[in-house]
Every structure is written in C-alpha cells, then in structure tokens.
C-alpha cells in the first residue's frame, strides 16, 4: 500500500464544535452543528484549491473531536499528526447567533480544552523538508503557555527547514489584552516570512507601537519579513514587499455571513503563492476567495475550488449548463 503524499502546508491550532445558531439562542433557536478553526478553515481552503494541507492540535476523545476529525479528513485535510487529548481534556466548542443584518456574536468554551493543550512535541514531528508552508496565528497562543511554546518552537523550527513562515495575527480581544498579546506575538512575528494583520493588529507586532501604519510596513520588512499583507475588510487589502506596495479592492459581492472571510482571504494567498505567482495575482486569488466565503453562511462551508475561482467573473443572472 503506498503512502499518501506528505502535505506541503501545516496548519497548526484549535478547531472546535460550532453550535450555530439561526435566531436568539436563549429564544430557543434552532442550532446547526458543524466545526470551525481559523487554521482549520485555511486548511480546508487550501485543499479545495488542489493543495495538501495538513492539519495539527488536539482534539477531546469525544464525539465533537471525532466530528472535528472526520470533517477535516471528508474535506482532504490530513490529520494524521492530530491528537487525542490523552487527559481527558474535552474539545472545545462555539456558538453563533445572527443578530442584526451581518452582525454575528460569537461565544466561546474553551477554558480548559483539549486544544489548549497543544505542546511542541505534538507539532514538531510533523515538520519535514517536504513542507513548503507552515501556518499559524495568533489565536493558539493566547490559549495557553504550552500552546504558545508550541507555535513559537514551531515557527523557529520551521526556519530552520527553509520553509516558508506564515501569521495571521488575528487578535481575539476575548483571550487577552494587547499587552499580554505584544508579549507573545513580538518574537512570533520574528520567525515570519509572510504576516497577514489588519491595520489596527500593526502595532501587536512593531517595535514601536507608535509609527503609522507606512512606516510599521516599512520597519517590518527591514527586520526580515518578506511580505506583509494588509487587510481592510470592504476595503481590500495590500501587500508590500522590498519591491513596493500593491492594493486590491474587494471583491462586490452580497453579503450573507462575514465570519471565516478573513481566513478564505489567507488560503487564497497562500495557494497563489505556493503556485509561484506574483505579488498582484496572490492579492487577486486572496480577494476572490473572501468574496466567496462572504457569500455564504458558514465558515468555510462556501470556500471555492479551483474551478469556481471564475464564477465571479460571469456577469450577473448567468445560468452555466
């Protein structure tokens, strides 16, 4: 029986049940079940787009880490490197609830999960050679300090390999405050190749805070950051390289759920890349697939596959038979 390709990308995080609920929870609204992960949904991106992506953390030896599991695995992301919280650890779980329009609330037990347990010994087994991308975010880190010696061991080991380094900051008030998350995020983004941050999540990573937002670019590629990609929502996003700086606007299309759009936008630059292609197509690749992820609800359930990236290009009522 021959072996199944190594992945070329490692995601490294929590993936959790996610109770999804379609009106006020405490009115009794009918909820979804299904599983949700900023590193899993670029994970899951990335393998619709034709990659091997791989993904690492703990889940509990419950029916919630078997269904995080089993989705991940229907969705071609290999998870041979995951755990079963050997501690009985439970998996985490979220909950959703639409409230206004697109405004979503998002509620959150994890305290004391199996994700938040994640050691480095968990992930380094799973870097190779053959590992081209490894990808990481600032959620996992604030979990717990194990996690975070995980992520950052990680990210230094990863170096060591040649391979390519990605953060997406992703700053989650809910975990910690920006001084606790300066702390931790500071040396992390030092082991970057490629960071992915919001404007405002700047000043997490930047040796002074203070600089506008230009000159924290500029200071950060200086340091040794190849790329840094700025995302703006509606706005867009850019990325700036030694080479200059390059915007892309969004996308138009309808809204329907904005949770995961942040994550289809990072799986879509990083296939372009792993594809070879040049600063302007990755920001293109990036921008489509957060279009898609926007149009659906769910948080990666609307993700693309390499054949769907031209639908948003055919005009508006056309029917495809």
């Keep these: 029986m021959s072996l199944a390709p190594s992945p070329e990308v490692l995601t490294v995080g929590e993936t959790m049940a996610a109770l999804r609920a379609t009106g006020r929870v405490r009115l009794g609204a009918p909820m979804e079940l299904s599983v949700a992960g900023a590193e899993a949904n670029v994970a899951i991106g990335l393998a619709r787009l034709g990659h091997r992506a791989g993904w690492i953390g703990r889940v509990g030896d419950d029916e919630f880490g ?28 979220l909950t959703r609830e639409g409230r206004i329009g697109d405004l979503v609330r998002v509620g959150y037990y994890r305290a004391g999960s199996a994700g938040s347990a994640l050691r480095a010994e968990d992930v380094l087994p799973a870097l190779t050679p053959a590992v081209r991308v490894l990808h990481l975010t600032g959620i996992t880190p604030a979990l717990s300090p194990t996690a975070a010696d995980a992520v950052l061991t990680a990210a230094r080991r990863a170096r060591e390999l040649g391979t390519t380094v ?26 970057a190749d490629v960071l992915f941050a919001s404007a405002d999540e700047l000043q997490l990573v930047s040796e002074n805070p203070a600089l506008p937002e230009g000159e924290a670019v500029a200071a950060l590629l ?51 890349l792993l594809d070879g292609l040049d600063p302007a ?10 279009a898609f992820a926007v149009t659906t609800r769910g948080d990666w359930e609307g993700l693309p596959t390499r054949e769907d990236l031209t639908l948003l290009d055919q005009p508006a009522g056309t029917t495809l038979r």
Excluded: C, K, M
């Design 222 to 272: 200086a340091q040794g950051r190849r790329e840094v990609v700025i995302t703006r929502g509606g706005d867009g996003a850019s990325v700036s390289t030694a080479a200059g700086t390059l915007a892309a606007a969004a996308r138009r299309v309808p809204v329907v759920d904005v949770v995961g759009a942040g994550d289809a936008f990072v799986a879509g630059y990083l296939s372009a």
């Design 166 to 191: 990605s953060l997406d900051l992703n700053y989650r008030a809910r975990l910690w405050d920006p001084e606790q998350a300066r702390a931790v995020l500071l040396p992390l983004a030092r082991s």
């Design 66 to 93: 078997q269904l995080v599991l089993r989705t991940l695995r229907a969705e071609q992301v290999a998870v041979e490197h995951a755990r079963i919280d050997p501690d009985g650890r439970p998996t985490g779980l």
């Design 281 to 290: 197509a990755r920001l293109e690749r990036a921008v489509t697939t957060g």
